[in-house]
C-alpha cells in the first residue's frame, strides 16, 4: 500500500515528476525540493510576511507603540528572508532552471474539517480585529491597518475555501 503524503501548498509551491514538494524561487528561477521533514519550518519561513504584519497589528492593537512596532517588525522581517535565503534553502536539493508544472492541491485523504476550521479561523480573525480597533477608538492609520489585516485574513479564507473545492 502506497503512502499517502500531504503536499505543502501555495504560492510558489509545486510537485516535481517524482511527486516531491518543490518551492520555486522566482528571483533566482530555481526550484527547490522540500523534504517532509523541513515542512512546518518551511511553512513558517513561507508565511513569513503574513505572520510578521499580522503579529505587528495585534502588537500595535494591544502592546506597543507604532514606530516601535514597525522597527521591530522590519527586523523580524530581515531575520527570516535571511534565515530564508542563506540558511534554509542552502540545505536543500537545488533544481536550477526549474519548470513550473502541477501546483499541489489539497489531497483528496486530507481532513477537510480542518480546513474548514481554518476558513472560520480568518474570518473570525478578520471581524475581531477590526471591531477592536472601532472599540478601542483608534486613529485613522492604526483602523486603516487593522482593515488591511482583517482583508489578509479574508484572502486566507478564501484560498483555503479554494482548496476545497478542488
Not at 511527486?19 to 519561513?45: E, H, M, Q, W
Not at 499580522?54 to 527570516?80: C, E
Not at 540558511?87 to 480542518?114: M, T, W, Y
Request: with cysteine; proline share 2%.
Amino acid at each position: 500500500m502506497k503512502k499517502q503524503v500531504n503536499h505543502l501548498r501555495g504560492i510558489n509551491m509545486y510537485l516535481d515528476d517524482r511527486d516531491r514538494d518543490i518551492y520555486y524561487d522566482v528571483f533566482t528561477k530555481t526550484g527547490y525540493v522540500i523534504k517532509p521533514k523541513d515542512a512546518k519550518s518551511f511553512n513558517i519561513l513561507k508565511s513569513r510576511y503574513s505572520l510578521v504584519f499580522m503579529g505587528a497589528v495585534l502588537a500595535v492593537n494591544f502592546l506597543v507603540d507604532l514606530k516601535l512596532t514597525i522597527i521591530f517588525s522590519l527586523l523580524i522581517i530581515l531575520a527570516l528572508e535571511y534565515k530564508l535565503r542563506f540558511k534554509f534553502l542552502p540545505q536543500c536539493i537545488a533544481l536550477p532552471n526549474f519548470k513550473k508544472g502541477r501546483k499541489a492541491v489539497v489531497d483528496s485523504h486530507e481532513d477537510k474539517r480542518k480546513e474548514v476550521l481554518r476558513i472560520i479561523l480568518y474570518v473570525l480573525f478578520a471581524g475581531l480585529i477590526v471591531a477592536n480597533a472601532y472599540v478601542a477608538n483608534y486613529g485613522t492609520l492604526l483602523i486603516i491597518l487593522s482593515y488591511i489585516a482583517g482583508i489578509v485574513a479574508l484572502i486566507g479564507a478564501f484560498r483555503s475555501f479554494t482548496y476545497l473545492r478542488k
